[in-house]
């Protein structure tokens, strides 16, 4: 079974240093990893995505997530934090070789970016 | 181009009563899906409409839910005599792209609140 686990709850971290939001994931198979972003009273969007090759991948607004397999883990971040940034996290994984299986997300981490 | 939209944004219904969940994708779209997030845990799938079939619906919780996605555009999830633990957000997403290598666009969410 695929599985996702965002170990911290919230973030907080200064404007302008760097941040780091934790994802590890559990599939049987090669993984299909996601970030998505939730800001208030708005739906998910779309932050970046790994599927092969670089496991450096970068995404919208500055983020970059860096697969690591021997660890299993998809850690979000960012160099420069900004009040902006301010929202709920979700990393989702999907198993590559499942065939139509859905798209499990984590429980979420909300990011607090302090001026 | 407008988002995938859903109605209403919050409702508030007492035990028992039935609730009307609608979700219109983005236009093209043929692959739909239904997640339901309790609060503070993780967003969970419950289907996935390819048109107007459905492809995969393992994660509806019980007969109480019924989805349709009559001539494959717009898709309702009622609830039908709702509890207590029904209580949760419930996002709509839509997807072109098949694969599960692709990225979901979602909807807002609709906040159900069963008193």
């Known amino acids: 079974a695929q599985s996702v686990a965002q170990p911290e709850d919230q973030v907080n971290v200064a404007e302008g240093n760097p941040l780091t939001v934790k994802c590890t994931y559990s599939v049987s198979g090669n993984p299909y990893l996601f970030w998505y972003v939730q800001y208030p009273n708005r739906g998910l969007q779309f932050l970046l995505k790994?599927?092969?090759?670089?496991?450096l991948v970068k995404g919208s607004y500055g983020f970059e997530a860096e697969f690591n397999k021997s660890q299993t883990s998809f850690h979000l971040k960012k160099p420069s934090a900004l009040v902006s940034d301010s929202a709920l996290y979700f990393c989702?994984?999907?198993?590559?070789?499942?065939?139509?299986?859905?798209?499990?997300f984590g429980k979420g981490t909300r990011l607090s970016v302090i001026a | 181009e407008a988002g995938v939209t859903q109605f209403p944004s919050h409702s508030v219904i007492e035990k028992g009563q039935t609730v009307t969940l609608r979700c219109d994708p983005i236009?093209?779209?043929?692959?739909l899906y239904w997640y339901r997030r309790v609060m503070g845990k993780e967003i969970k799938f419950l289907l996935h409409?390819?048109?107007?079939?459905?492809?995969?619906e393992s994660g509806m919780p019980n007969n109480r839910f019924l989805a349709e996605r009559t001539g494959g555009t717009y898709s309702t999830l009622k609830v039908q005599p709702a509890e207590l633990e029904d209580s949760g957000v419930y996002f709509c997403a839509s997807s072109q792209d098949s694969r599960y290598t692709g990225e979901l666009f979602f909807g807002e969410g609709s906040r159900l609140t069963v008193l």
């Open positions: 236009s093209g779209h043929d692959n």
């Open positions: 989702a994984v999907r198993d590559s070789g499942s065939g139509n299986t859905p798209l499990v």
């Open positions: 409409f390819v048109k107007e079939s459905k492809q995969d």
């Open positions: 790994y599927i092969t090759g670089d496991n």
